[in-house]
């Protein structure tokens, strides 16, 4: 059995982020994504986001809501991963920087 037969979800984040830097590759007009790397607030925009969900995933918490604390952190993960792409960073950088941690 692969890792991907007993994990399903394994590859998800290296699929968005490949997805991700498509789309700041592209720009494509119907792309929320393309949109945050376009933005005329430049990196504000993305960055407003992530405070935006980082209160979400407090009060999802505070309330012990399961569903909507995986619902924003999902929204919080997503906006980090167009901010690391935005820096030229990636999944690598991150998983480096865990990995030094352990
Ligand atoms: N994973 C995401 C993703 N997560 C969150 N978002 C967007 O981020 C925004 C979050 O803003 P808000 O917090 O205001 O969200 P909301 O739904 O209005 O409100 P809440 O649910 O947070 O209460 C919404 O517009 C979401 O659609 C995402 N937009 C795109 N993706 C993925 O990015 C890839 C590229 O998609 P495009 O951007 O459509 O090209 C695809 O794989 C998508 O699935």
New binding site residues.
């Given amino acids: 059995m692969t890792d991907d037969a007993a994990d399903p979800g394994a590859d998800v984040l290296d699929e968005?982020f490949a997805?991700?830097e498509e789309?700041k590759e592209t720009l494509?007009e119907d792309?929320?994504?393309?949109s945050l790397f376009d933005h005329e607030k430049g990196d504000n925009a993305v960055l407003e986001?992530l405070g935006?969900?980082s209160t979400?995933i407090v009060l999802a918490a505070k309330d012990d809501d399961r569903e909507e604390l995986a619902?924003?952190s999902?929204?919080f993960v997503?906006?980090l991963l167009v901010l690391l792409a935005m820096k030229d960073m990636d999944l690598a950088d991150l998983r480096a920087e865990l990995a030094e941690r352990r």
Avoid: F, N, Q
Avoid at 31 to 34: I, M, N, P, Q
């Fill in positions: 968005l997805v991700i789309r494509p792309s929320y994504t393309a986001k935006e969900e979400e619902h924003e999902a929204d997503y906006h």
